[in-house]
């Protein structure tokens, strides 16, 4: 590490150019460890400190490097064997099937949340955000998997179960089996009721699926979770039916689909994406028919949810790289941090980033909660998870490029990681619904599944909670109640207009809370100064013709970057 760190520095007064290759990814980032304390508890986290302090080194050395071959020498689909046999494969890189060892095989990061269930889902989590800050394509057939099993063990038939588990969360890549969702179809994008995918029951009571599926990420998974609409349903989403779909039948034959073509992408380039077409493919089904959409929005959840982790890992390391550069970079007699134009932009990487952690960090709390059986987690969980997805994933597009700029012409070349960054990044808002999509969502659990008050309540309850100090108390109690007030009045009266605004500011209330909460909760003032920086550039109204110079604040707004303490009197001089 040290002779890392020394080659850095020396390459910065020979070019300019500071390169934070080898400087960990973990020990560059002082609040993770600190914060995942909050969550974790001091034994958890003691225990899970060593391969973390592991993972963020190889996170910024080999992983990372293994991610850029990859990203440069996508997947290939084989058609034939040499033997001119129908036999089609897909070729994988060797430094992609490198990360797939670490990822499924020493991390197990698809198996953690089935093979001990008392661990805490952000031991997974934290892993796949330190994970992600080098390879992002590979994070999507991982998260697919995770969430396959999760659905397969929450719907499935115990036979299904029985057959697949041990497979689905194998460590040994010559064993395991890795899952997907086969969802989209050319006219039916977020539409589900107008999938045209058939399926058939045989008189042997097997089903049988007909149709084309136009994205479907790692193609070449070994189980897959596919919607279809049976034969002799009704129309609309009461003939949907979840599918399971295996690649190879039990007698060792390949399975009746193929992949027509791999998708040419912007981002995870280093993941198949394919059209595939079911030509009477044999699968399971999964539930009941009618019950398809339900079934698979449970895995899609779970999916959104790891989107989030991933947006909130892709800022932490656009804002390492940013900050490193904005340290040790000269311009004009001056290092880049300590320019005030340079300062403002970081701090605009830096709220998103910590905003993001906080999200994904307290909704796996509530869904430990909610998989022990607490209803009222279970509705947490529910609006919390199309929220981070809304809005975590629209904010890394614009973290990464104002961090692509703090490096300057430099990171448009993709020799450097801001290019690579930028281009997955902008997929995590696509995935899993459009922003239009997810936003509306969150309004129909408001509708729906009534998750407002018990939210509004919870955020009530941690602003109460010891520690938390008074003012920082007399500043949020108002706009929760204020936002909440928005929430209930779009939904009362239906305007999906402003369910954009509304989500986002509903967003950012509860990433604003969960960040005031861990300063509490760990006695950190800078998670609250952070939070009290959200209240004021993002819910509070702001005159677009005044002036905003830091003022007085330009001393706090400097510490944070510089990631170091703050006392909790500096932090309540944020406070409006």
């Not at 934070?20 to 003691?46: I, K, W």
């Not at 049988?208 to 998974?221: E, H, P, T, V």
């Not at 295996?246 to 198949?272: C, E, F, H, Q, W």
């Not at 449970?298 to 909130?312: E, F, I, K, Q, T």
Request: net charge neutral.
């Amino acid at each position: 590490m040290s002779t890392s760190a020394t080659a850095s520095h020396e390459t910065v007064s020979q070019s300019n150019i500071p390169d934070a290759r080898g400087l960990s990814l973990f020990e560059r980032d002082p609040d993770l460890a600190r914060v995942l304390r909050v969550y974790l508890g001091d034994a958890t986290y003691t225990e899970l400190e060593p391969q973390l302090v592991d993972l963020g080194a190889r996170a910024a050395g080999e992983l990372d490097d293994w991610a850029m071959a990859a990203d440069k020498n996508p997947p290939v689909l084989v058609h034939r064997n040499r033997r001119g046999e129908d036999a089609q494969s897909i070729e994988k890189h060797p430094s992609y099937t490198a990360l797939e060892g670490v990822a499924y095989g020493e991390l197990g990061l698809a198996a953690l949340s089935h093979t001990d269930g008392k661990r805490p889902s952000l031991i997974k989590y934290a892993l796949t955000y330190l994970f992600v800050q080098a390879e992002f394509g590979l994070c999507c057939p991982v998260s697919m998997t995770d969430s396959l099993t999760r659905t397969l063990r929450k719907f499935g038939g115990a036979a299904l179960v029985d057959k697949y588990l041990p497979y689905l969360t194998a460590r040994d890549m010559d064993t395991l089996y890795q899952g997907a969702m086969f969802m989209t179809e050319q006219a039916a994008g977020s539409d589900i009721a107008r999938i045209t995918t058939r399926a058939t029951r045989g008189d042997d009571g097997d089903w049988r699926l007909r149709g084309d599926k136009w994205f479907c990420s790692n193609a070449d998974a070994d189980l897959a979770m596919v919607l279809a609409r049976a034969d002799d349903a009704p129309e609309g989403m009461a003939g949907i039916g979840l599918f399971l779909l295996p690649k190879t039948r039990d007698d060792g034959t390949r399975n009746s689909y193929r992949i027509v073509r791999l998708k040419d992408k912007l981002g995870t380039r280093s993941m198949a994406s394919g059209e595939i077409v079911l030509d009477d493919a044999t699968a399971y089904l999964i539930g009941d028919i009618g019950r398809g959409f339900q079934q698979i929005a449970d895995m899609m959840n779970m999916s959104r949810l790891s989107n989030g982790v991933r947006a909130a890992g892709l800022m932490r390391r656009a804002l390492s790289e940013a900050l490193h550069v904005a340290r040790h970079r000269q311009a004009f007699g001056q290092r880049l941090i300590d320019m005030p134009l340079m300062q403002r932009q970081l701090l605009k990487i830096m709220l998103p980033a910590e905003q993001a952690r906080s999200m994904f960090m307290h909704i796996s709390r509530c869904l430990d909660k909610a998989d022990h059986g607490d209803e009222t987690a279970a509705r947490l969980v529910r609006i919390l998870t199309p929220l981070i997805k809304f809005r975590a994933t629209r904010d890394s597009r614009k973290a990464i490029g104002d961090a692509m700029e703090v490096r300057g012409g430099v990171g448009y070349i993709e020799e450097w990681p801001e290019a690579k960054l930028l281009r997955d990044a902008h997929l995590g808002s696509i995935w899993e619904g459009t922003s239009n999509i997810v936003a509306l969502d969150v309004m129909r659990a408001v509708r729906r599944q009534q998750t407002l008050d018990p939210l509004i309540e919870y955020l009530h309850a941690l602003m109460a909670g010891a520690g938390m100090p008074e003012r920082a108390r007399a500043t949020f109690t108002p706009i929760i109640d204020r936002v909440a007030r928005l929430v209930a009045e779009t939904a009362e009266q239906k305007d999906d207009e402003i369910v954009r605004q509304v989500a986002g500011a509903l967003y950012n209330l509860c990433s604003a809370v969960f960040l005031a909460w861990e300063g509490a909760q760990a006695g950190a003032a800078r998670r609250l100064a952070l939070a009290l920086l959200v209240v004021r550039y993002k819910l509070q109204p702001a005159d677009p013709l005044a002036p905003m110079a830091a003022g007085a604040d330009a001393d706090i707004q400097r510490a944070l970057l510089d990631e170091t303490p703050l006392s909790l009197d500096q932090a309540l001089a944020l406070c409006p």
